[in-house]
């Protein structure tokens, strides 16, 4: 055993350990070694990563899709039925738990009509999503759902915000119809805070990821990330974490540019300065 250890370099005093672990994880991108799989942590985190991303990244333009429209409709027939009716399916499921969502899923379709496999196919083929999209349509429906309900939420909070601004006032008083002010001028200009919560949802996705994949056995990121925990495996948990953060910070980076893209008040303010 101290034989191993030193091999290892766990002998070597902590700031030592610290010193080497950062230098080889910005030089070399080594996320370190696991000693219960006997493999590295970037290898094993390259393949589970392509499967959490397909799953996430389906969820995210279901939510887009979804949500979006769904907040300028709920803005559009604000108080109103419809509007009531969205609001509290929004709660309700904002409020709901992932694991009970997850396991409502599984009774209602998994169990009853129309009979969904209540899990994804086995392996870890990375393509496997596209090969058999039934066996996904409960995780990443549950998923789906889950933002959904505060992406739309803000939506149509962001929308009533402009819709009361003077410009739109002043394009209806010069004859424009609603849907024209509604998707040329409240939609538009609601859309650089959209960018922004899309940016940061991104560790939300890959935070529900592991909950999903833990109820539906799905062999990815989060199923891995539970299992090393449980192995107390410090070098996985580690540099998955890590992983993680490497995408928040992508998706806040992803954010600014679509936002100077999407918004020219950006670009005339940094070009003056």
Same mark, same amino acid.
């Given at each position: 055993? *101290?034989?191993?250890?030193?091999? *290892? ?10 010193? !080497? ?38 969820? =995210?333009? $279901? ?11 709920? @803005? ?9 009716? @969205? ?5 309700? =499921? ?5 694991? =009970? ?9 998994? $169990? *009853? ?16 999503? $596209? ?13 789906? =759902? ?38 040329? *001028? ?32 799905? @062999? ?7 299992? @090393? ?43 003056? !300065?």
């Amino acid at each position: 055993m *101290h034989v191993w250890a030193v091999q *290892h370099g766990l002998t070597q005093p902590y700031l030592v350990r610290l010193f !080497k672990y950062v230098y080889q994880l910005f030089f070399h991108f080594n996320l370190g070694f696991s000693y219960k799989e006997g493999l590295s942590v970037r290898s094993i985190i390259s393949i589970y990563v392509p499967r959490t991303l397909w799953l996430a990244l389906s969820a =995210l333009i $279901f939510t887009i899709v979804i949500a979006i429209p769904l907040g300028i409709f709920q @803005a559009s027939r604000r108080n109103t039925v419809a509007d009531y009716a @969205a609001t509290g399916t929004a709660f309700v =499921l904002y409020a709901m738990p992932a694991f =009970l969502l997850c396991l409502l899923a599984i009774d209602a379709f998994g $169990f *009853h009509f129309p009979h969904l496999p209540i899990e994804p196919v086995s392996g870890i083929a990375p393509w496997a999503i $596209f090969t058999d999209p039934k066996s996904f349509l409960l995780p990443v429906g549950c998923l789906t =759902l889950l933002s959904v309900a505060g992406l739309s939420r803000f939506m149509r909070g962001t929308v009533l915000e402009v819709l009361v601004q003077d410009y739109v006032r002043t394009a209806r008083a010069k004859g424009c119809g609603s849907l024209r002010v509604l998707w040329r *001028h409240a939609f538009r200009n609601a859309l650089g805070p959209i960018v922004t919560i899309l940016g940061l949802a991104i560790p939300g996705l890959f935070g529900g990821a592991l909950i999903i994949e833990y109820v539906f056995n799905y @062999a990815g990121l989060g199923l891995q990330t539970y299992s @090393a925990a449980l192995n107390v495996d410090v070098p996985v948990v580690l540099g998955i974490t890590i992983l993680v953060a490497i995408f928040t910070l992508i998706g806040n980076l992803s954010a600014d540019v679509a936002l100077g893209l999407i918004d020219p008040r950006i670009r005339i303010e940094g070009s003056a !300065k």
